[in-house]
């Protein structure tokens, strides 16, 4: 299936698996919930597909296998797990580093639309914050919401 799908045996599964982000094809690793995979990497496919993404739905290949959703050029993704964190609680407090799988914004037109899926695609996972100080250091921009309180 695999050769069948245009790829060599031996290459890595993320060369293989993508998501399609506004044109731009991203490595993904994961798998399925069946293969024991930490991170479920999924496509949903047809009318009753649950995807929440603004972006258009991208042309994908000819299916190879109905057990599968490996397709003649690889395994779309654009469902799954969203995010993962691995947290470590020391004598010196909570650690812990965190990332979005399929990008924070499902809107194509954000600044925000891939920069977490390439985050994702090399691993680059980020600190989380937790202290006041950390979180207002590292802010990228703030912004404040008022409106009336309800009862």
Request: charged share 20%; net charge negative; hydrophobic share 40%.
């Amino acid at each position: 299936m695999v050769r069948a799908a245009g790829f060599d045996i031996d290459e890595f599964w993320r060369d293989q698996q993508f998501a399609d982000r506004g044109g731009e094809r991203i490595p993904v690793h994961g798998g399925t919930g069946r293969d024991g995979n930490a991170v479920i990497a999924a496509y949903i496919d047809g009318p009753s597909a649950a995807i929440t993404s603004l972006a258009p739905r991208n042309e994908v290949g000819e299916l190879l296998w109905g057990g599968s959703s490996l397709r003649v050029g690889g395994r779309p993704v654009n469902a799954g797990t969203s995010a993962v964190m691995v947290v470590e609680f020391t004598s010196s407090g909570v650690s812990a580093e965190a990332l979005l799988i399929h990008g924070q914004s499902a809107d194509p037109t954000s600044a925000f639309h891939l920069d977490q899926a390439y985050r994702y695609s090399d691993k680059a996972w980020r600190p989380v914050m937790f202290d006041l100080a950390d979180i207002s250091s590292a802010a990228d921009s703030v912004e404040v919401v008022t409106g009336p309180r309800s009862a």
